[in-house]
């Protein structure tokens, strides 16, 4: 099981961020999650896998002036 802004959730083999994401609804917004503890950008997305029992956060991009 992984914990995504938490909630509990199914864990899979060679699980990335990106496949998690494809699996969530209303995540658009997403540019940066925090998986334990670490920030991971929308560009590492395809490559960093997620361990079981990770903890992660979504995070919008916010924009300010």
Not at 4 to 13: N, S
Not at 21 to 48: H, M, Q, W, Y
Request: aromatic share 6%; hydrophobic share 45%; with cysteine.
């Amino acid at each position: 099981m992984i914990e995504v802004d938490g909630k509990k959730l199914q864990w899979f083999e060679d699980m990335t961020i990106a496949a998690l994401l494809e699996t969530l609804d209303n995540v658009d917004f997403c540019a940066v999650v925090r998986l334990n503890g670490k920030l991971i950008s929308s560009p590492e997305f395809t490559e960093t896998m997620i361990e079981d029992n990770s903890k992660i956060q979504l995070l919008p991009l916010v924009a300010g002036g």
